[in-house]
């Protein structure tokens, strides 16, 4: 039974990636089943946008199902609502009216709720129950601002949206923005609102992980998108602004608590928060540039951020994957019991480098393609005339720069901590390479990663159609010679193929030169060196908390550490310490800063509200006649 | 910006200390009382290391003596790396181990083990007369003895200790530079 | 087309050859500061040469990240000399600008972490962990302060922006210019391992930063990694000079203008040589936790330049 369920799962993903990519080359359709579902029907439509985040969606649900079927071995639950997640994950992007939309995303929510709860074990239903409140908080900002949009406009329909919301005036479409960019952002992940993302995803299990982080939190980005540039007319300029600062402090926050992290899924989540930064500042600049009339480099940023978003949704699966088949191997995710793994699970740790290299950016992988993207576009704010302006993009540039430097850092420590040198704990130890049906699914992902990089000539075509759906402009990126993106007319260029050929090649000779002359003589295996000592053990290798360490103390400001220790002396002397402990906790400045004091007003607002709550009939019956007589005052 | 400014007044002061100075290292010393290589292994060495010639010093129970002569080396009167020799800070950088003092028994170990770490072709120098033979300490319940109780010895410079010159012109012989 | 191919070669040619004379001549250069006669400037190749003798000795521990990490780091420095403005404004890899550049510096700085970590050893974690900590607070100042060129040549094509600014006569007292120098001058001294945020003659692990990362490194791997590191430098070393002194770079690919261009790179680069071997002289070692600072303070310099550009048009 749940066998069945993955294979329907897989045929979902290979449906939508096929249906998908065919919308986004042209092929457009709708189905209305007005009698379905009340207010507005059923009503869906493909078009090129669409098509985007549907194909997103099945091709990345395709390597999960299969790695389901590996990963989940006997247990049965969780199966059909892995299945309603794809299927919802995959719908969203059609839905046509308010009603199909919402009744999509709250099945997507409820599904991925369930998933999450599936341990049962305390923390998962403390992750479950932060997901639900964050996620229904975002739902009803989302509600309120298409209620308000449809009374507005008098339709619940987006293609109605989109012709009558120009006429509204521009107070009523921003506040409308404001909530709707509150609800998709929620989902999306980005900070201040992303506390439930670094729970959720790890209790989730790990093919869920992948397409929650890979898929589902870039449709928050897909809603975020169609609001912003189709549904409410165009933009003032401080909702781009808002989107660039919104995302430079994601970006950055994210990797920094990415880097600190010892959970590996964790770490993950963070970095999750992180690339949805760097997506957002595109989006933002995008954006901007459009409000003040330069529509090509709108069109370039839009690219750039959707190029990021099927890169994210390769590399963050392909990276959730594995690290699921760490923690199927070893039944740990703490990086400071792993170690040792490229040895024992060869497999595994190849396809994780392959993720690590491709998010951390190294050319000639994805991640680097889009992030240059990004780069290129932010960079050509100079043709904008407001200084003021200029340097929220600068700011954002040197965001993206440092996040790009700390994503380098945070992967290194997870790969190298994790997956190198000897095993930190018995469990490392004894891992074993997982099932065929897993480590195929990490190479289609690790596979696409590869493809997406090197390929950027080819694959940067459909999405500038697809990106100017919403932006209508020249493209601005053309194919030169020697597969060579050209950007703006000259600005900037990049052919990730010439640069994959120039590394092989500066690889291939001086090794073959060193072969022919003779002078590979095969190493001599011994020791590590370590100063003459006798015997080397894990204990001895640097932890992942000592590799965040300069973090730690350099950005101090944001991770505010506390220093805890802890000394038991013996009775009769100070001097004989019989225990001695060490803690060094980071504290969440977005949790102390804004969620207690929220948590804490809420609970006094209800302590006060208890007051009123007698629990006698009579008093109740008061209260309503008092609220008639009001209502009947102000009528 | 002070620091900027006292940061170019020390440069400057720096400069002019250099001028005023100029070069205090002096030409190599004479023939030192060296045990020396085969003649055989001298061309090899010769062949192998050209003129570059890295060291890893391993104190191996030394009194310090040999090392505050070794650490004259270094300094600008008799600059050893005018010769292309140099110290390093991993067996894996080095050439040569330049071991000083009696091998002690909790150093025995560490030697050999430093030995094994070394990449080959690679030379051992035992500098001082402890390291010759245990110097003083030869008989001592802590010591093994001289260098070659553990490890194989291909050069020796005594004294105690030998002076930086001696050192200099020993290292000069083992690497066949002075013939 | 057999021309571009010779121009390529011509550009590896002269970062991996001349890499070595730089690092030789930079020692030289310090040891007589010091009163020391020092080593030959050209020490460096025959170390080359030994190392590339020996028999490596590679740790049990290590996986083939450590084994391919010197031939990475050596491709990714020859990919960056045929990507960087070298003998001419017109590099072979005409496409590249300052943010591949960048990257491919940190595919570097990717690998050979990872093999500080892959022995195991104490000292490649502390090493791994603290090159990576300043290679990435370095690069929001890379990239901004190069911005502020690019802003000005209207291209972050390296090549263009050298082109451009040649041809603004006021370039040398534009405010913009020379803070951005300052900025690209620190993160350069902090990219290439020098004082004062590394040692590169350290001897104490404690210390280290670059040097603690390769202390398992031997025979042909150290030799790679070593040369690596000497082409990181002179490639640095030529951006400063070509990028913020873009004078006689000749733009044209014929004999006579590269003969020329190249005389007036090595002049360019004798001087930023000499400069850099009077700081190091001059100046001790900041300790590590205030390395932070300096490049907070090249940061905001550099964040100066870029905001004087908008201010200034």
Redesign the interface.
């Known amino acids: 039974m749940p066998m069945a369920a993955y294979v329907a799962a897989m045929v979902l993903g290979a449906t939508g990636t096929a249906l998908g990519i065919a919308g986004m080359l042209g092929r457009a359709w709708s189905v209305e089943i007005d009698w379905l579902v009340p207010l507005g029907g059923l009503h869906l439509t493909m078009d090129r946008f669409a098509g985007l985040f549907v194909a997103l969606g099945g091709a990345a649900s395709l390597p999960t199902s299969i790695y389901a079927t590996g990963y989940v071995g006997r247990e049965r639950r969780g199966a059909v609502a892995y299945v309603v997640f794809v299927a919802a994950m995959l719908v969203v992007p059609l839905a046509a009216n308010m009603m199909t939309f919402a009744l999509a995303w709250e099945l997507m929510s409820l599904a991925s709720y369930l998933l999450v709860m599936r341990q049962g074990t305390p923390s998962s239903a403390h992750a479950g129950w932060v997901y639900a409140v964050m996620t229904h908080a975002g739902l009803a900002c989302l509600l309120t601002g298409m209620l308000l949009l449809g009374a507005w406009t008098g339709s619940s329909g987006f293609a109605e949206w989109t012709t009558a919301a120009p006429a509204l005036d521009v107070p009523a479409r921003s506040a409308v923005w404001a909530l709707l960019a509150l609800g998709f952002l929620a989902k999306a992940g980005t900070m201040p609102l992303h506390v439930w993302l670094p729970l959720a995803h790890p209790a989730a299990p790990s093919h869920v992980s992948a397409l929650m982080s890979g898929v589902m939190i870039k449709l928050g980005l897909y809603g975020l998108l169609r609001a912003s540039f189709e549904w409410l007319g165009p933009a003032p300029s401080w909702w781009g602004t808002t989107l660039l600062l919104v995302g430079a402090a994601s970006a950055v926050g994210g990797v920094l608590y990415a880097l600190t992290d010892r959970d590996l899924k964790r770490l993950l989540a963070y970095s999750s928060i992180e690339n949805v930064g760097i997506i957002v500042i595109g989006i933002g600049g995008a954006l901007a540039f459009r409000a003040a009339d330069a529509d090509t480099l709108a069109l370039l940023s839009l690219t750039a951020a959707l190029y990021h978003v099927v890169n994210h949704g390769a590399f963050k699966s392909l990276l959730f994957m594995a690290a699921g088949s760490v923690v199927h191997a070893t039944g740990t995710r703490d990086l400071e019991a792993l170690g040792g793994l490229v040895k024992r699970m060869p497999w595994t740790a190849a396809a994780f480098f392959v993720g690590a290299a491709s998010i951390a950016a190294l050319p000639p992988l994805n991640g680097f393609v889009s992030e240059w993207l990004t780069f290129q576009a932010l960079l050509q704010n100079v043709q904008l005339p407001v200084a003021g302006l200029n340097l929220v993009f600068t700011l954002a540039i040197a965001a993206l720069a440092l996040t790009g430097g700390l994503a380098v850092a945070c992967f290194v420590r997870a790969y190298g901590i994790g997956f190198l040198a000897l095993a930190r704990s018995g469990a490392a130890e004894s891992a074993h390479e997982v099932a065929l049906t897993m480590r195929v699914a990490m190479m289609m992902a690790a596979v696409t990663c590869v493809v997406l990089g090197v390929g950027a000539s080819v694959v940067v075509r459909p999405l500038i159609d697809v990106a100017a759906t919403l932006v209508p402009a020249a493209a601005p990126i053309a194919i030169g010679p020697g597969l060579t993106l050209q950007v703006s007319n000259g600005f900037a260029s990049l052919s990730t193929a010439a640069v994959t050929v120039a590394l092989a090649g500066a690889i291939a000779v001086p090794l073959g030169v060193l072969t022919v002359v003779g002078a590979r003589v095969r190493p001599r295996r011994y020791e590590t060196w370590a100063c003459g000592r006798l015997l080397q053990t894990a204990r001895m290798e640097y932890t992942a908390t000592a590799f965040a360490n300069p973090f730690t103390r350099v950005f101090d400001f944001f991770y505010r550490p506390v220093r805890q220790v802890e000394i038991e002396a013996h009775p009769e002397s100070r001097f004989f310490v019989s225990r001695m402990a060490y803690a060094n906790p980071t504290r969440f400045i977005v949790d102390e800063w804004i969620y207690r004091p929220l948590h804490r007003a809420m609970r006094a607002t209800a302590r006060g509200a208890g007051a009123i709550q007698s629990g006698s009939a009579n008093a109740y019956l008061a209260y309503v006649l008092a609220v008639l007589l009001l209502l009947l005052a102000f009528a | 910006m002070s620091s900027v400014a006292a ?1 170019g007044a ?2 400057l ?3 002019r200390l ?1 001028a005023r ?5 002096e030409p190599p010393a004479g023939e030192a009382d060296v045990a020396r290589l085969g003649a055989a292994l001298s061309r090899e060495v010769h062949a ?5 010639l ?1 060291i890893r010093q ?1 104190d191996a129970g030394s009194c310090n003596g040999c090392e505050l002569e070794i650490g004259g080396l270094t ?2 009167h008799y ?1 050893l ?4 020799l ?8 080095a ?1 040569c181990l330049l071991v000083t003092g009696p091998v002690t028994r909790n ?1 025995a ?3 050999r ?2 030995y ?6 690679k030379l051992v120098i035992a500098a001082g007369d402890c390291a010759g033979d245990g110097g003083i300490f030869a008989g001592s319940y802590a010591v093994i003895g001289g260098v070659s109780a553990i490890v194989p010895v291909d050069a020796t410079i005594p004294g105690c200790p030998p002076a930086p010159a001696a050192l200099l012109a020993g290292l000069l012989d083992a690497l066949g530079r002075r013939r | 087309m057999i021309a571009d191919v010779v121009v390529a070669l011509l550009n590896v040619l002269t970062v991996a050859a001349g890499a070595p004379l730089l690092v030789g001549a930079l020692r030289t250069l310090k040891a007589r500061l010091v009163g020391r006669r020092g080593a030959s400037p050209w020490q460096p190749y025959r170390d080359l040469r030994k190392l590339f003798g020996k028999t490596p000795v590679v740790s049990t521990t290590t996986s083939w990240v450590f084994r391919a990490t010197p031939y990475v780091l050596l491709s990714t420095m020859i990919v960056a000399a045929l990507a960087a403005p070298v003998l001419s404004s017109r590099p072979p890899l005409a496409f590249a600008g300052i943010v591949l550049l960048m990257y491919l510096f940190l595919v570097g700085t990717f690998f050979l972490t990872l093999s500080g970590l892959d022995a195991g050893s104490a000292f490649g974690g502390m090493g791994s962990s603290r090159e990576v900590a300043v290679a990435a607070l370095a690069e929001p100042t890379v990239i901004l302060a190069v911005l502020a060129l690019s802003l000005r040549a209207s291209t972050t094509n390296l090549g263009g922006v050298v082109e451009g600014l040649a041809a603004d006569p006021l370039l040398a007292v534009n405010p913009v210019h020379l803070m951005a120098f300052v900025a690209f001058f620190i993160v350069m001294l902090a990219e290439t391992g020098r004082i004062p945020v590394d040692n590169p003659s350290t001897h104490l692990e404690l210390t280290m930063i670059h040097e603690a990362m390769i202390l398992e490194y031997s025979g042909r791997h150290l030799a790679l990694v070593e040369w690596a590191a000497s082409m990181k430098l002179l490639l640095f070393l030529t951006l400063l000079a070509n990028l913020f002194f873009p004078w006689g770079v000749p733009a044209v690919l014929s004999p006579m203008p590269l003969l020329i261009g190249t005389l007036v790179l090595t002049a360019k680069l004798a001087v930023l040589t000499v400069a850099v071997a009077v700081l190091e002289t001059a100046m001790a070692k900041l300790r590590l936790f205030r390395v932070p600072e300096l490049l907070a303070g090249s940061f905001a310099l550099a964040l100066l330049s870029v905001t004087a550009v908008f201010l200034l048009r």
């Open positions: 940061g020390d440069v002061r720096q400069l250099a100075t100029g070069i205090v290292t192998r290391f050209g003129r570059s890295h391993v300094g600008p600059d790396e005018r010769f292309g140099h110290f390093v800070a991993s067996p894996r950088h050439d150093m170990e560490a030697l083990h430093t094994d770490a070394t990449p080959d072709p």
